[in-house]
């Protein structure tokens, strides 16, 4: 009897079987459409060939169809097509690990249902549901909320800081954050947003760019505005950065966020 890790290739590979990946591709491009309860049959059924070697929950079942539901439904009947097994798959094997409400789930949701619009089809790449895999739930937050305020406001989080500069060594030390926007508040471990931003421009989502020119701190108070003193000593210097998405993150959270 397969094992609890077979799940998901079971899935995926009858997946694949009873809905292959040309059908799924040709099917977004022909006219009409399916009903909404007829691809919820359709690919509930799929579903629970692939579960027919497998002694599993009856919960986890009835949560694959609550799931398949929510996702097909958010789109409009005329709209509706079959998804690729290369996004199916996964994503099934991905919300096995989550809890129904968690950013996470809802990011899978959300995939699922981009891969089943006609519209948006094309933007739904099988890649994705290997980047929510890798995500946490912090991250799964931030990345939300940067989506938020780029739709609502049209920008980034801002981060403004100040860094001393070593003359002798020519390097910089002692950074003293004057401006953070990057959200902590709703985060289960505020303390590792370093972190996350790495991360997350290690998956090519998101990245810090440089948001103006760097503003050099000089000796006595004094500016670039001020009569140029050739006896002035630089002593520091104030960054501007922004937390951004690349090309590939707003591609990935057009398809994943709510």
């Known amino acids: 009897m397969p094992n609890e890790v077979d799940l998901a290739t079971a899935i995926a590979t009858e997946v694949a079987k009873q ?33 027919a070697p497998v002694q599993l929950a009856a919960a986890l079942q009835d949560r694959y169809r609550a799931f398949l539901d929510r996702s097909v439904r958010r789109i409009p009947e005329a ?57 946490s739930q912090d991250e799964a937050v931030l990345l939300n909320s940067m989506w938020r305020l780029l739709k609502d406001e049209g920008r980034s ?38 972190f996350y931003g790495q991360h997350l421009y290690a998956l090519g989502i998101t990245a810090f760019y440089d948001s103006a020119r760097q503003q050099p701190l000089w000796n006595e108070g004094q500016d670039d505005d001020a009569t140029v003193d050739y006896n002035r000593v630089q002593v520091g210097v104030r960054i501007f950065k922004e937390l951004r998405f690349t090309d590939v993150g707003r591609k990935f959270m057009a398809c994943v966020s709510p």
């Open 79 to 135: 709209d509706r097509v079959l998804p690729a097994p290369q996004i199916l798959g996964p994503v099934l094997e991905g919300i096995k690990y989550e809890p129904e409400d968690s950013p996470i789930s809802e990011m899978f949701s959300q995939l699922l249902s981009s891969s089943m619009d006609r519209g948006r089809v094309q933007d739904a790449h099988p890649a994705f549901s290997q980047i929510v895999r890798q995500l």
């Open 157 to 194: 989080y801002r981060q403004q800081f100040t860094q001393d500069l070593d003359n002798n060594a020519r390097t910089f030390s002692n950074t003293v954050m004057e401006i953070d926007e990057v959200p902590r508040d709703n985060l289960m471990f505020p303390e590792n947003v370093e």
């Open 19 to 51: 809905i292959p990946v040309k059908d799924a591709y040709d099917d977004a491009l022909k006219p009409g459409a399916r009903q909404m309860g007829t691809l919820v049959e359709d690919l509930t059924k799929v579903i629970l060939l692939g579960l």
